[in-house]
């Protein structure tokens, strides 16, 4: 469904800030999607504040975009107001006890992760490989070598359009497998923050289990423009492994591939369109559940408006 946004009010409070018709395939991790009606970054957690508050009021519907990771963008592309997330303060307390950090929902996980090495505080080696920022993580539970963003949060700074700002703890945030509350009921709500809690350890542990992890990640998943692992993987079994054993590793459509080094990741090889990735996603859907009974259950989120989804 369409509709006029009111770009007259947009521009008389966000100005020159605000753009229109912005391609959103540069700010993804696969380079597809189209345009998004409005674009505005923001670049403070008063300017994202600022902007929801206003969305709220006009009813606009928006998107709130940090790396562009996990989220599969439609050719049509976003009608309504996309926020890009450039919030980034960091703050790591040593003296807290147990050591924390604090950082703004636009810094990026593996940046934070790789901050609190240096100061030789350990529990977030897992987030060093994880494309996504701080936001996404604590909305999505992000997780990787056993760690997940419900081990490490303390609390969650939350915009709230009933309760206001409110601070959430993992528990309130109801987190299940790469998922939360929030994301379960696609609430309008906003993630401006969070504290991770940390422990204490040497530069040399925490960096040497870093570079354990990246090194892992680097032989097991592809390189090139993906959304991150496609699927959840099924209760004890895992999503690539039946892709693979359903014969579809390296399987095409357009320039879009099935990745032949880990059939979980759906690649760009350049000039995808996302209704190709949509097509490999119904296709390995399909196949599992015809040769295994098992539902393949999305991990990233479709954007936008998609036709036969």
């Not at 991770?196 to 423009?225: H, W």
Request: hydrophobic letters at 45%; aromatic letters at 8%.
């Amino acid at each position: 469904m369409t509709f006029a946004l009111p770009m007259n009010r947009l521009r008389e409070a966000f100005g020159d800030a605000l753009q229109e018709n912005v391609p959103l395939a540069a700010y993804t991790t696969a380079r597809v999607g189209g345009p998004a009606d409005a674009f505005l970054p923001v670049h403070d957690l008063a300017q994202l504040e600022r902007a929801v508050r206003l969305l709220w009021d006009l009813n606009v519907p928006y998107l709130v975009l940090g790396s562009g990771s996990n989220l599969l963008v439609s050719d049509a592309g976003y009608h309504g107001v996309v926020i890009f997330n450039r919030a980034r303060n960091v703050k790591i307390d040593v003296h807290h006890q147990p050591p924390s950090v604090w950082a703004e929902s636009g810094a990026n996980l593996s940046h934070v992760a790789r901050q609190t090495a240096l100061r030789g505080l350990s529990g977030l080696e897992w987030a060093a490989t994880v494309p996504g920022t701080v936001g996404g993580a604590v909305y999505g539970n992000a997780g990787a070598f056993g760690g997940d963003m419900a081990g490490n949060l303390a609390l969650a700074e939350i915009l709230h359009p009933e309760l206001g700002k409110v601070q959430w703890s993992a528990k309130e945030m109801g987190y299940g497998y790469r998922t939360s509350t929030l994301k379960r009921e696609k609430s309008k709500a906003v993630i401006l923050a969070a504290r991770m809690n940390l422990t204490q350890s040497t530069v040399e542990e925490v960096q040497a289990r870093i570079e354990t992890f990246s090194a892992k990640r680097r032989a097991t998943q592809p390189p090139g423009a993906t959304m991150g692992s496609m699927f959840k993987n099924p209760p004890g079994d895992y999503a690539g492994r039946l892709i693979e054993a359903a014969g579809l590793k390296g399987k095409r459509i357009g320039k879009a591939e099935i990745s032949p080094v880990h059939a979980n990741f759906f690649v760009n090889l350049g000039g995808a369109t996302a209704a190709d990735i949509l097509q490999l996603i119904h296709i390995a859907q399909k196949t599992v559940q015809d040769k295994f009974g098992v539902t393949l259950e999305l991990e990233i989120e479709c954007i936008g408006e998609w036709e036969n989804f």
